[in-house]
Each structure stands twice: as C-alpha cells, then as structure tokens.
Antibody
Framework: QVQLQESGPGLVKPSETLALSCTVS??????????WSWIRQSPGKGLEWIGY???????NYNPSLKSRVTISVDTSKNQFSLRLSSVTAADSAVYYC????????????????WGQGTQVIVSS | YVLTQPPSVSVAPGKTARITCGGT??????VHWYQQKPGQAPVLVIY???DRPSGIPERFSGSNSGNTATLTISKVDAGDEADYYC???????????FGTGTKVTVL
C-alpha cells in the first residue's frame, strides 16, 4: 500500500515560488501506471486539482494554474514535487499530494491514496 | 466541466442523507465520492458511481442518472458528519474535476 507525505516551507513570500515535495513509500515513484497529483484546498473552500506527473514523466495541469505550475519526479529520492511561481495570498491553502493507479481498461480515474496535507501561507 | 453540490445537508441520526452532484449529462461520466472530516485528508467512499472501497460501510451507496449523481448515507450517525465531494475525470482533457462540496450536519 502506497503512502504519501508532503513536506516544504509553511510560509512563502508574495511573488516568490512555492516548492513542495511528496515522499512516496511502499512503491517506486517510477512504477508503471501511476499518476502523481497535487491538490489544494483554500481556507474554507473546496478541493482544486493542480496537476499530475505520470510514471513516464508526462504532465497535465489545471488550465487555471498552468502558466505557473511545474510538477516533476525525483526518482533518486522517490519523490515528486510541485513548484508554483509568482504566488499571492490567493495561493494560501492546504496542499495535498495524491495518487491514482487506474487498472488497464478502466474508463475513469480517482484518488485512492492521499497525503495528510501541508498548510502553506503566502505572506510577507 | 462544472459539478454543483448543495452547500449543506442536515439529517437526524438514524435517518438517510442524500447528497446530490449535478453536471450536464453527468451519467456519461463515472462519479467518485470523498468524505473529508475537519483537519483530515479526503477519503474515498464511493468509486465508479456505486462501488465501495474495502472498509467503507454498506450504509454508503451511490447512483448516477441523467444530470445528477447521488451519494446516499443510510442510518446516519454522528461519525458521518463531514464534507463530501464528488469528482469526475474528464477523458477529453485528462483533467480531474471536483464538485463544490456539501457539508453534512447530523442534528
């Protein structure tokens, strides 16, 4: 059973880059068929999918954040990471890493494993 | 693609809670549901419209028809008080979409 753990600074200054990592245990980040995602939740708000990186290294991002987001894999550390540039107070949120591993032939995808989340505040 | 949920649902203990998730022709998507308790990460409670992961009580069930998917919680107890989110995967864009979320209050 895969387990995920987020890490990174809890405070980021406006206009700087938010950088978080998600450490994967229980399997390799390069194992086949995984999609490694980042999801955030602003205070008192709903869930917002940010984007994913796949086991092959391909990425896909939420159009609302695409110009500022980079998600990548570090196989040496068995981690995947999120970078969000030019942050503002609106980017303050709890950030979750999550994964799905769709079976061959399935027609939909969902998140069956989540990290505990890490809170990030954007403030000077 | 937009998924709309009622902001809140209130239910008495022992009764049935129904949480809706509206979207244009949502029946053409598979709908998944998550439960999120305060300060915790979401937990998958229903996938593929009506399947339950292991460990999820049979009291949780789901359906999907027309423009509305529904999560039903029967014999509600205080432990079911949480926020619930629906989610679909948009095949054409390869994007995940969450609903607006519903807070379930047990009276």
């Amino acid at each position: 059973q895969v387990q995920l753990q987020e890490s990174g600074p809890g405070l980021v200054k406006p206009s700087e880059t938010l950088a978080l990592s998600c450490t994967v245990s229980g399997d390799s980040v390069s194992s086949s068929s995984y999609y490694w995602s980042w999801i955030r939740q602003s205070p008192g708000k709903g869930l917002e999918w940010i984007g994913y990186v796949s086991d092959s290294g391909s990425t896909n991002y939420n159009p609302s954040l695409k110009s500022r987001v980079t998600i990548s894999v570090d196989t040496s550390k068995n981690q995947f990471s999120l970078r969000l540039s030019s942050v503002t107070a609106a980017d303050s949120a709890v950030y979750y890493c999550a994964t799905d591993r769709p079976e061959v032939g399935t027609t939909s995808r969902f998140f069956d494993t989540w990290g505990q989340g890490t809170q990030v505040i954007v403030s000077s | 693609y937009v998924l709309t949920q009622p902001p809140s649902v209130s239910v008495a203990p022992g009764k049935t809670a129904r949480i809706t998730c509206g979207g244009t022709n949502i029946r053409s998507y598979s709908v998944h549901w998550y439960q999120q308790k305060p300060g915790q990460a979401p937990v998958l409670v229903i996938y593929y419209d009506s399947d339950r992961p292991s460990g999820i009580p049979e009291r949780f069930s789901g359906s999907n028809s027309g423009n509305t998917a529904t999560l039903t919680i029967s014999k509600v107890d205080a432990g079911d008080e949480a926020d619930y989110y629906c989610q679909v995967w948009d095949f054409s864009s390869d994007h995940y979409v969450f609903g607006t979320g519903t807070k379930v209050t047990v009276l």
